[in-house]
């Protein structure tokens, strides 16, 4: 039944987006992980990896056992009112229209002339400093962060939702949650968040690199350049500091011809990071639409393949 819950999911979320006026589980699922930290980092007899083990441990396990709860009692109700709780809670796991809207804003200010305003937009999406960036620098900024989201936000939840329903999409879920959360190499998480930033990058393995094969043929029926994707991964995806970001990022470079990473500010420190991508081309108001284009048709290949793979199974199995 998954094959067909996913799309109705997505096509919830697209029109949907994430109403600001209802309570994100995204939201619970982060006060959950806050007091759970504070719950173990009081207990001063454990080590703070062990503390933070433990940490994700809980928030994780809580979580899929919330969620398989939910769906239990749903269909012990009905099976029409189970059918709309996994549908919910698919819908609530991913956020392209989320993504889309933040890019969009970005976008639009970018095109009215407004770099103050651009500049807003794209803090709330990256964690650099952007008070300083020229148009071509809101724009690349805007246009990683797709790219990694589009991994982050859509694909890797979608693949776990695809394997396991819902609790699978939630235990990604929880896992990156945790990961934003913890996953510093500052003083403060170096070594709490170790266990959350491992884990999440052992689940992030496999869906970035697929990702790039979605976001290649999305390249090809967006007649962008599906060749350069595999050239600009196979060249750059494993610089990357995280062991999974690479992956989308480079991907989503080689399709709009375009390189991402260089120099960039943290704090009024600045740090260099790989560049990726295979031709340096200006970056405006329209490659964040192209960009925005392709994370839209490489999730949508993403999930339909799935679904796809998903029937035939079910079909075999049968």
């Keep these: 039944m998954t094959f067909l819950l996913l799309p109705l999911a997505f096509l919830l979320d697209l029109l949907l987006g994430d109403p600001q006026w209802f309570p994100h589980p995204v939201r619970l699922l982060g006060k959950l992980a806050s007091g759970t930290e504070a719950l173990f980092r009081s207990m001063t007899f454990l080590s703070l990896r062990l503390a933070g083990a ?14 398989l709860a939910l769906m239990v009692v749903a269909f012990l109700l009905h099976p029409v009112a189970g059918i709309v709780v996994s549908v919910l809670l698919f819908y609530f796991s991913i956020a392209p229209r989320d993504l889309y809207d933040h890019a969009a804003a970005v976008r639009d200010a970018l095109r009215a002339g407004d770099l103050a305003l651009a500049r807003r937009k794209v803090a709330m999406m990256v964690g650099r400093d952007t008070d300083s960036l020229d148009e071509e620098g809101v724009a690349r900024a805007a246009v990683e962060s797709v790219a990694e989201s589009s991994s982050d936000g859509v694909t890797a939840p979608l693949f776990y939702g695809l394997l396991f329903g819902p609790p699978g999409a939630w235990l990604y879920k929880a896992s990156n949650t945790l990961d934003s959360m913890f996953g510093y190499r500052n003083e403060r998480y170096r070594e709490f968040g170790w266990a959350s930033a491992r884990f999440d990058d052992l689940l992030n393995y496999l869906p970035s690199r697929l990702t790039v094969l979605a976001v290649a043929a999305a390249a090809f029926i967006l007649r962008l350049d599906p060749a350069s994707v595999f050239r600009s991964v196979r060249a750059g995806a494993r610089l990357h500091e ?6 989308p990022e480079a991907a989503f470079a080689g399709a709009l011809g375009v390189t991402l990473g260089g120099e960039r500010c943290y704090g009024g420190v600045t740090k260099t990071v790989p560049t990726l991508g295979l031709r340096n081309s200006a970056m405006d108001a329209g490659t964040i639409t192209r960009a925005i284009r392709l994370m839209y048709a490489a999730s949508a290949l993403f999930m339909a393949g ?13």
């Design 54 to 67: 433990l940490t994700a441990a809980m928030v994780i396990t809580s979580t899929v056992v919330t969620v």
């Design 242 to 247: 995280s062991p999974n970001a690479g992956y």
């Design 306 to 318: 799935g679904a796809g793979l998903l029937f035939i199974a079910g079909m075999f199995m049968r």
